[in-house]
């Protein structure tokens, strides 16, 4: 699921390779890592007191407390719910029955539009992802008047 390979080419020259499984990164997670790995090798990374000994005595602590019971009763709950579906206007009539025939479509924003969402997600705290999910959501209630659209499968999960 994760490899990761460094080569030495000369004194003050190397190559790292890595490769990770899509699973294992999203992208707000891969660009900390990348961030991270960047800070710990050039020796910058700040010490933290943060160890995997510490989030099992969390986990432990959350399951004997009973609040765990509460998350997954709220997560059950939730997801058994009939989420709703987007009732999109249509130019043409569905078919009787589902095909699931599709088509792709790509849009490329230039590179000023780019900088100037890179600025407005700053700006909010936030990152390029986040900026445009939202606007992406947004497009969705107007075009369906729906107030919650079911944006999961939007987030990849």
Request: proline share 5%.
């Given at each position: ?27 707000q997670s891969l660009s900390v890592f990348a961030r991270d790995l960047a800070l710990a090798w050039r020796g910058e990374l ?38 709703p579906t987007l009732q999109y206007p249509l130019d043409r009539p ?64």
């Amino acid at each position: 699921m994760f490899t990761a390979y460094l080569r030495k080419v000369s004194e003050n020259e190397h190559h790292f390779v890595w490769s990770a499984h899509h699973i294992i990164f999203d992208g707000q997670s891969l660009s900390v890592f990348a961030r991270d790995l960047a800070l710990a090798w050039r020796g910058e990374l700040p010490a933290t007191e943060l160890r995997f000994a510490n989030f099992v005595g969390r986990e432990q602590h959350l399951l004997q407390s009973g609040e765990a019971a509460g998350r997954l009763a709220f997560w059950k709950e939730y997801l058994a719910a009939p989420q709703p579906t987007l009732q999109y206007p249509l130019d043409r009539p569905r078919p009787a029955v589902q095909t699931f025939v599709s088509e792709r479509r790509s849009l490329e924003l230039e590179g000023d539009v780019m900088k100037k969402l890179d600025s407005f997600a700053q700006e909010k705290g936030t990152d390029l992802r986040t900026v445009l999910l939202t606007t992406y959501l947004v497009l969705l209630h107007r075009h369906t008047n729906q107030d919650r659209p079911d944006h999961r499968p939007a987030l990849g999960e």
